[in-house]
């Protein structure tokens, strides 16, 4: 005698878990959803957007530059530089500088420490700008705390946009 699989009532094996049973549904009492075309669905699917709207050959050469550490350490060194640039002429470079060392970042917690090292780095340049003064500005102490959290905090509140791309 032969043994046979078990099945339930919708005709599939026990041991098939990947199957999923669709509802049976009476085809006069619904409308044909593969008959209908919406436009929508059609344009996401011939979009180049990935899936967090970001262009895909954009996402694409973002995971190169991720995987591979030579061109992430020249876009590090780019974006930070960009960075500073951006950072020396005005305080929301701290933030954009922040997200562009965050993007070539490999994972999120890298970014955010990434970030924050960017942030020292634009705080010891700020603090070798100074020269002479630099004994003056740090007896400015609620000035000083402003400075080294806004140095710090400014980047890594950048670096968050690793988060969503």
Known sequence: MTS??????????DGDLNHKSEPESDPESEPDSKSQSDPTLERRTTSTLGGDGIPASVEQELESIRTTPRRRAVALVLAGGLGVVFAWFHWIGLVLGGALVGLVSTTFWR???????????????????LGGATAQVLEMAPVVYLI????????VFGSLVRGIV
Do not use: H
């Not at 699989?5 to 094996?13: A, F, K, L, N, T």
């Not at 970014?111 to 700008?129: K, Q, Y």
């Not at 080294?148 to 980047?155: C, M």
């Open 148 to 155: 080294v959290g806004a140095a710090i905090g400014l980047p």
């Open 111 to 129: 970014a955010l420490v990434t970030a924050a090292g960017f942030g020292l780095v634009v705080l010891g340049l700020f603090v070798i700008s």
């Open 4 to 13: 046979q699989p078990d099945r339930d009532d919708s005709g599939r094996e």
